[in-house]
């Protein structure tokens, strides 16, 4: 199994979204813990595919995050499963991954599957549009979700995502005060190297995505804002 543990700083790329190959080199050999594929919409097992076989040029651990059973593709190092403790339609906590599980349980190699605790703090967000997300209203609600997560449910993974708005330095140190044991990722809206070091100071782990397809030196720097001795 890939030891997350030791991330601090992940950059997240869509399959849906294009990156050159120079950026995607940059991206990669920056000195990045890690990158996840993972997107919310658009996401095929082509597109997963053909992204996943240019980040295999390069030594960086790549993981998928499974948004769609038809954008499964074998050759990842690890796969993370989301659960969406907030979600509004109770159907998108479990039912697609019985779904899945029905489809593709023989096939699975359970060393490889890493479940999170997911939680979507920004209400306009295609995801929580997608899962019918119900609010994180303050810090208080942010700790108790974290402790559903970790203390009753016991899993690995609390990933606080705000999905393209920078969030709540309170509401983010509220779910860093639920998580107990468990790994703490926060993702959304991070534009600039301060940013990164701020929510770095609170989270395990920070998840740059949107920025470098916005700015890609801006997204770069970020590695070094976390990473820094």
Not at 217 to 226: E, F, I, M, P, R
Request: aromatic residues 10%; hydrophobic residues 45%.
């Amino acid at each position: 199994m890939i030891d997350y543990r030791g991330w601090r700083h992940v950059f997240k790329l869509d399959p849906d979204k294009t990156i050159g190959d120079e950026a995607l080199e940059a991206i990669c050999e920056s000195g990045t813990d890690a990158i996840i594929v993972g997107g919310t919409y658009g996401v095929t097992f082509d597109n997963t595919l053909e992204l996943m076989s240019r980040i295999r040029r390069y030594a960086v651990v790549t993981v998928l995050e499974i948004s769609s059973l038809e954008a499964v593709v074998p050759g990842f190092d690890s796969y993370f499963v989301p659960l969406v403790l907030n979600a509004g339609d109770p159907d998108m906590l479990f039912a697609p991954h019985v779904s899945g599980l029905l489809a593709y349980g023989s096939y699975i190699h359970w060393d490889e599957i890493i479940t999170e605790g997911y939680l979507i703090a920004n209400p306009d967000a295609g995801v929580a549009e997608r899962t019918q997300a119900g609010p994180i209203q303050d810090a208080a609600t942010a700790k108790a979700y974290a402790q559903v997560a970790t203390r009753i449910c016991r899993l690995p993974i609390v990933y606080l995502e705000y999905s393209g708005k920078y969030g709540d330095p309170d509401v983010v140190r509220g779910c860093r005060a639920g998580v107990h044991e468990a790994h703490f990722f926060y993702g959304g809206g991070i534009r600039t190297p301060e940013q990164a070091a701020e929510m770095a100071a609170i989270a395990d782990t920070i998840v740059v995505g949107n920025l470098i397809y916005e700015d890609l030196s801006a997204a770069l720097a970020t590695v070094a804002a976390v990473k820094r001795p």
